[in-house]
């Protein structure tokens, strides 16, 4: 999952506008339906000026149920994400030698052999169900990318002369691996911390679908698709095919800002 | 007392493949406050290993290594990280040696940093510029980043990130081997103009035996991860008496002969130091 090509300014800044701006709208903008009521009147109708996107086989407005998602998705993903990345990133930074360093790559060698997904089921099975639990479900599967991705850069940089010198000037291992080893491999990082917020919509959808993870009657864009899969055989489409394109686009947004950010390392690099 | 004072220090290395490398073997050397010592050899006799065992950026497997009066192998990792700002190094590579991120200004400073010396960010700044301007870099350069820089600013910066926290002794390791030939010899005519104003001890690991000829008072030549003569620069450069030394002699480049050809001349830096070590 890298992204390619050059990205352009315009594309980048309305896909950082989506991620931003998709969970604040639902959180500022009152919704025209309330998202979380059933109405047993208006089951399964198509898109029309009252219900935008339609509604679902509990009548509940799927507009409002898709930006009601965002409140609970986007965050999640994110703080999966950010999870990981604080205890990957010393993780990694750290491991480079010793048995514990050995260990604990033996460890994550094992984590990247199992199906992400069994992971995440397995755990969430043993702790619980709800948002935590999926956040920290996400992170287990997460984090050991992270700790992979900053060890190499460790593992790089630790015999390159300023890494040296700043060991010679007496900086402490702590400050060598932030101020000297990080800060040169932190676009890495950061990219794959965009692709795995990205990946991570994916889990959480996929979760729900396979009906583990947040219960209702929260919606999540994956329990939103799990409930409308069921009308799509009477050609009712939208239950479905909405939450579907707000996952795709969020994730589409998320893989963009990636490629705008691994654009502007390598233009940095070829200035050097 | 003498400031640097070594015994019988012993240092091997494991290749990949398993085989030992002795790349230091039984080497004493006892340096007095002030003095510039060169260590002499070939690439791969161990001389910048030895650099490295004195400020024990490599751990040596045995010996005694005395800085100052203080037992360096018998410090702990944070009495060590407190001593380095008296015991400075140089690399030989420039660029490769500061750290691409950061500006001048963060290089520099950095010593002062972590050795929690001198109170504010203003008191650090002005320490910082000083030594800049010491180095021959104006205030310009603080915020620039080392890509932007040539190899003889970069190496300046390296000089000045050594000489910030006021040292007693810098290991200079091949400080200007990979530096064009005009601009080796205004760096090699600084650094031995701070040796003078600082009262610094060098030791200067060079394979560059008419650089060592000018710059040093004592000489050890090394091979194979021992030394195999020391001496006065003068006895040793001009009456070598082991083989390997004389060899040596012969493998580096024959003084060229003075010739009055100012179509000839490089640079006034370079033509000035050829001359000066044909007359030596």
């Given amino acids: 999952m890298r992204a390619h090509g050059r990205s352009s300014p315009i594309l980048t800044a309305f896909a950082a506008a989506v991620i931003i701006g998709l969970p604040l709208v639902a959180l500022v903008l009152p919704l025209p339906h309330d998202p979380l009521r059933p109405d047993p009147d208006s089951i399964g109708i198509a898109p029309n000026l009252s219900h935008w996107f339609g509604t679902d086989e509990n009548g509940m407005d799927v507009f409002a149920r898709t930006l009601e998602a965002a409140k609970l998705d986007l965050p999640i993903a994110l703080a999966a994400t950010g999870l990981s990345l604080l205890v990957g990133v010393p993780l990694g930074l750290f491991a480079t030698s010793g048995r514990a360093g050995e260990a604990l790559m033996r460890i994550v060698d094992a984590f990247a052999a199992l199906p992400i997904i069994v992971i995440a089921v397995v755990s969430i099975q043993l702790m619980g169900g709800g948002a935590t639990d999926v956040v920290l479900a996400i992170a287990i599967v997460a984090a050991p990318r992270f700790v992979r991705l900053s060890r190499a850069a460790a593992v790089s940089l630790r015999s390159s002369r300023y890494v040296e010198a700043a060991v010679a000037i007496g900086c402490s291992p702590v400050r060598v691996a932030f101020n000297h080893i990080l800060r040169n491999a932190y676009g890495v990082v950061l990219v794959q911390a965009t692709l795995t917020a990205a990946s991570a919509l994916g889990a959480i959808a996929a979760l729900n679908f396979l009906g583990v993870g947040v219960r209702p009657p929260q919606p999540t864009w994956g329990a939103m698709i799990s409930d409308g899969f069921s009308m799509l055989i009477r050609g009712e489409w939208w239950a479905a095919a909405f939450p579907t394109a707000a996952m795709l686009l969020v994730i589409a947004s998320l893989n963009i800002v990636a490629g705008a950010i691994e654009n502007r390392i390598e233009r940095v690099e070829r200035a050097r | ?280």
């Fill in chain 2, 1 to 280: 007392m003498a400031l640097i004072e070594i015994k019988d220090l012993r240092k091997a290395f494991r290749t990949p493949q398993g085989q030992l490398v002795t790349a230091v073997d039984s080497v004493s050397l006892s340096v007095e406050a002030g003095e510039c010592v060169g260590i002499i050899g070939e690439s791969g006799s161990g001389k910048s290993t030895l650099g490295r065992l004195i400020l024990r950026l490599h751990e040596a497997d045995s010996g005694s290594i005395i800085l100052d009066g203080e037992d360096v192998r018998a410090l702990t990792r944070q009495q060590l990280r407190r001593r380095r700002r008296h015991w400075q190094i140089v690399f030989q590579e420039p660029f490769a040696s500061l750290n691409p991120r950061l500006t001048i200004r963060q290089i520099v400073e950095e010593p002062l940093i972590v050795a929690r010396t001198s109170g504010t960010r203003a008191d650090r700044l002005r320490r910082v510029t000083e030594t800049l301007e010491e180095v021959g870099l104006s205030a310009d350069f603080l915020e620039r980043r080392p890509a932007n820089l040539s190899g003889g600013q970069q190496q300046r910066v390296g000089i000045a990130r050594a000489l910030v926290t006021d040292p007693t002794l810098v290991v200079l390791d091949e400080p200007t081997a990979s530096l064009d030939l005009t601009i080796r010899a205004s760096i090699l005519r600084m650094l031995a103009a701070l040796q003078v104003s600082r009262g610094l001890t060098y030791v200067f690991i060079s394979h560059d035996i008419e650089t060592v000829r000018h710059f040093c008072s004592r000489v050890a030549v090394m091979h194979r991860g021992r030394f195999v003569e020391t001496g006065t620069t003068r006895q040793v450069l001009s009456d070598p008496q082991q083989p390997y030394t004389q060899a040596l002699m012969l493998a580096a480049m024959p003084p060229i002969p003075y010739s009055p050809n100012p179509a000839g001349a490089v640079s006034d830096g370079d033509s000035q130091d050829r001359t000066k070590a044909g007359t030596l």
